[in-house]
T-cell receptor, first 115, second 113 residues
Framework: AQKVTQAQTEISVVEKEDVTLDCVYE???????LFWYKQPPSGELVFLIR??????QNEISGRYSWNFQKSTSSFNFTITASQVVDSAVYFC????????????FGQGTRLTINP | EAQVTQNPRYLITVTGKKLTVTCSQN?????MSWYRQDPGLGLRQIYY???????DKGDVPEGYKVSRKEKRNFPLILESPSPNQTSLYFC????????????FGDGTRLSIL
């Protein structure tokens, strides 16, 4: 069975601090895909990044960066110099080759950036 | 522009009164799915459809029905809603297998009193 764990339920930091959101996953598939989504207070889900299991390169996009480590089954997300607009719930998700495209989501991490 | 349209966006209703949440897409994709989001549980799949007239249960199908009579529409039906179905619902549309991101509707917030 596939599983995604986001152990941090809530995180609160002061603006401009760096913050890392943890994501640990379980799967028996040898090929799989990992995603991060952002859910602002308005409620919609905003796609942030996808990662293939065979591509372990880390990625940086502006203030956002992702660290994929297959050896520890982790796909962590770091926000550098956080801003109030980063306040949201963040979801990590996994999709395997099997399972008819089902996305398996973690529980979500509520991130609050205080001015 | 890729669109996944859900209606209604918000609904407050009472136990036992049948309701339907509609979902339509303009991308001609085969795969459509419904998820519900609950605090502390993330999003969980209710039902999915791989094509017209092809539907199957997800992880939490109890109390829900779906139909896929045409490619663009995938309604979620609650025949006899109960308070434990109070949740935020998302319709999701997929391009196909692989690493392509799926398209989410804006969500429907249901409150069953």
């Amino acid at each position: 069975a596939q599983k995604v764990t986001q152990a941090q339920t809530e995180i609160s930091v002061v603006e401009k601090e760096d913050v890392t959101l943890d994501c640990v996953y379980e799967t028996r598939d040898t090929t799989y895909y990992l995603f991060w989504y952002k859910q602002p207070p308005s409620g919609e889900l905003v796609f942030l990044i996808r990662r293939n299991s065979f591509d372990e390169q880390n990625e940086i996009s502006g203030r956002y960066s992702w660290n994929f480590q297959k050896s520890t089954s982790s796909f962590n997300f770091t926000i550098t110099a956080s801003q109030v607009v980063d306040s949201a719930v963040y979801f990590c998700a996994l999709r395997g080759i099997q399972g008819a495209q089902k996305l398996v989501f973690g529980q979500g991490t509520r991130l609050t950036i205080n001015p | 522009e890729a669109q996944v349209t859900q209606n209604p966006r918000y609904l407050i209703t009472v136990t036992g009164k049948k309701l339907t949440v509609t979902c339509s897409q303009n991308m001609n994709h085969e795969y459509m799915s419904w998820y519900r989001q609950d605090p502390g549980l993330g999003l969980r799949q209710i039902y999915y459809s791989m094509n017209v007239e092809v539907t199957d249960k997800g992880d939490v199908p109890e109390g829900y029905k779906v139909s896929r009579k045409e490619k663009r529409n995938f309604p979620l039906i609650l025949e006899s809603p109960s308070p434990n179905q109070t949740s935020l619902y998302f319709c999701v549309v997929g391009e196909g297998l692989g690493n392509q991101p799926q398209h989410f509707g804006d969500g429907t917030r249901l409150s069953i009193l």
